[in-house]
């Protein structure tokens, strides 16, 4: 589904959170949002599937204008996976993600729905875990879970929440597979995340986000040194081997917390302890 958005704003308590947004993402496509904490990517996630509702601007999915879709026909379309869960109701892994199913049920599950949820579990290699309890699995365990339940939804369009901050290498892989193969079957992601590594190595678009406004979007050779420093503040190189692209930060000059002598010298205080320089 393509996703049009217009001129939108939002406001926490008076306070402007997101800026003008102008944004088209096509079918199929799958964007990444960009930004240090604070910008205002979960403030847009939340817009578009409506937890937030805008105070100015449009959000059209298909040329439908989303505030006039009834909140089920949106739980059909958009799949919404947040950065976490904490206190889940106590329910196994498999009753957990047949509640991805809950928009297209009427009264009880189908065969349908329940062969859905068995597939989507093996997609992500949950089977052995189906009848735990949710609250005793690991954190990355748990968030695993959480995106299978946004898949067995069936979504059409597909929200991402910093998706692997709590998932190890391997699964932050095997998640970012995935969902890269959604996009690929004509499901449109939008995915926020920190990693700009993993935004550069699955994305077609990205945005950068800096003070709730975009600051910059296009392909992954965005990724400059010229437009990451003034979004972070944080002075990177970046490489390119082939279509791949690498970003690796430079050392900050100054470690946070650190006061500098004033006389320039290399030693420094922390918590009137003194570290050995080169004085």
Known sequence: MKIDVEGLEFSYNGVLTLKNMNLTVKKGEFLSIIGPNGSGKTTFLKCINRILN???????????????????????????????????????????VLMGRKPHINWVPTSRDLNIVVDVMEMLDLSQISMKNINELSGGQRQK??????????????????????????HQLEVLDITRAQADNDVTVI??????????????????MKDGEIFHGGGPEILTPENIEPVYGVSVDVYRTGDQIWILPKKLKKAPGLKVDKNECTDYRLRDQRVPGTC
């Open 191 to 208: 995915m926020s995340v920190h990693d700009l590594n993993l935004a550069a190595r699955y994305s077609d678009k990205i945005i950068m």
């Open 145 to 170: 879970v959480i995106i299978a339940r946004a898949l067995a939804q069936q979504p059409e369009i597909l929200l991402l929440d910093e998706p692997t901050s709590s998932l190890d290498l391997k």
């Open 54 to 96: 805008p105070e100015k601007g449009s959000i059209m999915i298909n040329e439908f204008d989303l505030d006039k879709l009834h909140r089920k026909d949106i739980a059909k379309q958009v799949g919404y996976i947040p950065q976490a869960e904490k206190g889940a109701f106590p329910t196994t892994v498999f009753d957990t």
